[in-house]
C-alpha cells in the first residue's frame, strides 16, 4: 500500500489544483464526457484517493457518460439502477425535495455502504443550498493520539434516518429496518489511509458502551469532523461535477428556502442497496413520497 501525498505525478498528466480557499478537494480541468488511457486514469485516481474528493466544472455530459466517467474511480451502478437518480426540489422525477440533510455516508446501515457518489448540477440558482463535505481521513488524523488508539478496535451499529434533525437511534427505527455494524475506523481502499466512520445521522450507538457513555464520544468525535477546518462547502454552479468517496467523505445540505436545484446523482458501489435489502423495495416508494411532501 502507498500513501498518496501528493500531486505531482497527477498534475503532470492533468491541470489539477487544490480547490481555492477549501479545507479539502481537488479541483481538476478536463473534459470527461471525452475518453481517458490507462495512465490518465490511473492520474484521475491518484487524485480522487489523495482528498477523497475531485471537482470538474464545466462540463456537459449525459446520464451515461457521468455513469462512465464516474467508472473510472470506483464499479458506477448501471444506467438503470434506481441508486443513479434525480435530487431535485422542483423537478416531478426528483427525490429528496427540500429538506435538511445532515452529515451522512449513504446507506451506512447497509453491509456494503455505498464506496463513492457523483452529483452533477444540471439546474442550480444562484445562492441555492451549498452541499458540505466533511474529510473522515483528516478528521481522524486530527485527533489526539489516544483517542485513535482507543477507537481503533470498536464498532458501531448504523440505521437508516427516521429522526432527520438529529441522530437516528435504534429506537427510532421502524420495526422492518435494516442497520449494519462497521468498524469506528475504515481503511481507504488502495492506501490504508484510516477514516472515522460514524456520522451525525445515522450512527445510533458504539458496540460496548452504554448509550450515555456512546453518546459522549461520538460528540468527541463529532466535534473534530464537523470543525470548520474540516469541511468544504462547495456552492454550485450549472456544469459542476463533484466525486467523492463515500466511505472517507461525508455529506449534507441545508434545507432548501429557495431557488431551483437540480442535480443528476450517480452512484458507485459493488452492491446496489436492493441487491444487499431485496425485501426493502418500499423505501424508493418513499424517498418519492417524502420528495412530494
Ligand atoms: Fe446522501
Redesign the pocket.
Known sequence: MSEVTDMSDSSAVFDAKPIAGAAFGIEVATDLSGTFSEPEKEALRALYRRDGLLLFRGQKLSKSQQIAACDIFAPALPEDAIENFIVSNVEEDGVLGDRE?LF?N?VPFVPAPFLG?ALYALEVDAGVSTTRFANAMSGFEALPDDMQRRIEPMNAIHVRARAFTRRSKLSDCEPQDNCAVHALVGMQEDTGRPYMFACMDMTAQVIGLSEPDSDALLEQLFATLYAPENIYEHSWQAGDLVIWDNLAIQ?ARSEIVSGRRTLQRVTMGKWGYWEQCPVDLPTFDELHEQAAE
Do not use: A, P, T
Open positions: 440533510l451522512h449513504d457518489g455529506h
